[in-house]
């Protein structure tokens, strides 16, 4: 294999490096928008009426079942046509965002109905109000259950965000190509962009942990 060093560190790096933080930014910003946009489609899905219910659960399910690029594909030529033009990067992060909103929904509702049937009943019982009894007993309870499976999906963010190339963000795959296309060489930038996504991956299960050890400590104290 034919890797020049000069060209790695003169050319590709530079590049990468500012790609990588389009690529950091996408994936923080998808997962913040994950995080509160699955809240909000778990509470409706959870709604006791079925009039918010039935079309919040329809939402969810449909988004679950488009491929994330189509849906790309589709926010990025529609949005234009009905007056809405964002640049690229944006609509990316929000394609992202609902895409992980909908599977964000599904590991709240898992995680609140973790909590036994017996501590709902007993916050009722003690008259609890609905601010104190999710802070104090519900929230809690149903964290353990929760904090890992949203680790994964912000890991499974970071890895998706090489679809934006699609759509000509300049995150660190397209550029990884570009660079090839320029040069014709694809060997050095490839590589470079593998070794970022897996180090950035072990980077991100790392702290997962902690956060996962942290709150079990909490509660168990």
Not at 22 to 43: D, E, H, K, Y
Request: proline letters at 5%; glycine letters at 4%.
């Amino acid at each position: 294999m034919d890797w020049r060093w000069d060209f790695t560190f003169d050319v590709v790096l530079p590049k990468m490096w500012q790609a990588a933080g389009v690529t950091i930014w996408a994936t923080v910003a998808s997962f913040a928008f994950a995080l509160v946009g699955g809240l909000i489609l778990m509470l409706l899905k959870t709604n006791r009426s079925a009039w918010i219910s039935r079309p919040a659960t329809e939402v969810i399910e449909f988004i679950r079942a488009t491929p994330l690029l189509v849906q790309i594909f589709f926010l990025f030529f529609l949005l234009p046509e009905i007056g809405i033009t964002l640049p690229p990067l944006t609509t990316g992060i929000l394609a992202i965002g609902i895409y992980n909103s909908a599977l964000c929904a599904e590991v709240y509702r898992a995680g609140f109905q973790a909590v036994p049937k017996g501590q709902w009943e007993a916050c009722i019982a003690l008259n609890l109000s609905t601010y104190r009894t999710f802070r104090d007993v519900i929230i809690p309870q149903s964290l353990p259950p929760i904090v890992p499976a949203l680790g994964n999906y912000l890991v499974a963010i970071f890895k998706e965000t090489p679809l934006l190339s699609f759509v000509a963000v300049a995150e660190i795959m397209q550029v990884s190509k570009l660079i090839g296309a320029e040069y014709y060489r694809f060997t050095e930038a490839i590589t470079i962009a593998g070794i970022f996504f897996l180090v950035m991956s072990l980077i991100a299960a790392f702290c997962i942990r902690i956060v996962e050890n942290y709150v079990k400590r909490s509660i168990l104290h």
